[in-house]
C-alpha cells in the first residue's frame, strides 16, 4: 500500500525542539506540493508548512520563526523542524505530498506531538 511514513514525534516540555521526518519514497509519480498540517483534539486540521512544486514557502502565521519546513521532491523526504515548542502546539502531525499537475494526494499516518511540562 503506498503511504508516507513518519517519525520524530513526541513528549517535549515548552521551549524545547523536535525534527519530524516523511518519508515518501514508496511513491512512484513526481511530487508537486509537499507540506505538514497538524490537527488538536477538538479542531480542525490545518495546514502548518508547505514547500509548493515551484519552490515557494508557505508557513502558519503562529509557527513563523519556530518552525522551518524542508524537503527534496526528489529524495522525496520532507523535513519539520520545530523549536521554542509551545503547549498549543500539541497535535498530530500529518504529512502530506501531492502528486505534481495532479489532483491526487497522499497522508502520513500521523504522529503526536505533546508540548507539556
Same mark, same amino acid.
Request: overall charge neutral; some cysteine.
Given at each position: 500500500?503506498?503511504?508516507?511514513?513518519?517519525?520524530?514525534?513526541?513528549?517535549?516540555?515548552?521551549?524545547?525542539?523536535?525534527?519530524?521526518?516523511?518519508?515518501?519514497?514508496? *511513491?512512484?509519480?513526481?511530487?508537486?506540493?509537499?507540506?505538514? &498540517?497538524? =490537527?488538536?483534539?477538538?479542531?480542525?486540521? +490545518?495546514?502548518? /508548512?508547505?514547500?509548493?512544486?515551484?519552490?515557494?514557502?508557505?508557513?502558519?502565521?503562529?509557527?513563523?520563526?519556530?518552525?522551518? *519546513?524542508?524537503?527534496?521532491?526528489?529524495?522525496?523526504?520532507? &523535513?519539520? =523542524?520545530?523549536?521554542?515548542?509551545?503547549? +498549543?502546539?500539541? /497535535?498530530?502531525?500529518?504529512?502530506?505530498?501531492?502528486?505534481?499537475?495532479?489532483?491526487?494526494?497522499?497522508?502520513?499516518?500521523?504522529?503526536?506531538?505533546?508540548?507539556?511540562?
Amino acid at each position: 500500500q503506498v503511504g508516507l511514513v513518519e517519525s520524530g514525534g513526541g513528549l517535549v516540555q515548552p521551549g524545547g525542539s523536535l525534527r519530524l521526518s516523511c518519508e515518501a519514497s514508496r *511513491i512512484r509519480f513526481t511530487i508537486g506540493d509537499m507540506g505538514w &498540517y497538524r =490537527q488538536a483534539q477538538g479542531k480542525e486540521r +490545518e495546514l502548518v /508548512a508547505q514547500i509548493t512544486w515551484d519552490g515557494r514557502t508557505n508557513v502558519l502565521d503562529s509557527v513563523k520563526g519556530r518552525f522551518a *519546513i524542508s524537503g527534496d521532491s526528489t529524495e522525496k523526504m520532507i &523535513y519539520l =523542524q520545530m523549536n521554542n515548542l509551545r503547549p +498549543e502546539d500539541t /497535535a498530530v502531525y500529518y504529512c502530506n505530498v501531492r502528486i505534481l499537475f495532479n489532483t491526487a494526494e497522499y497522508w502520513g499516518q500521523g504522529t503526536q506531538v505533546t508540548v507539556s511540562s
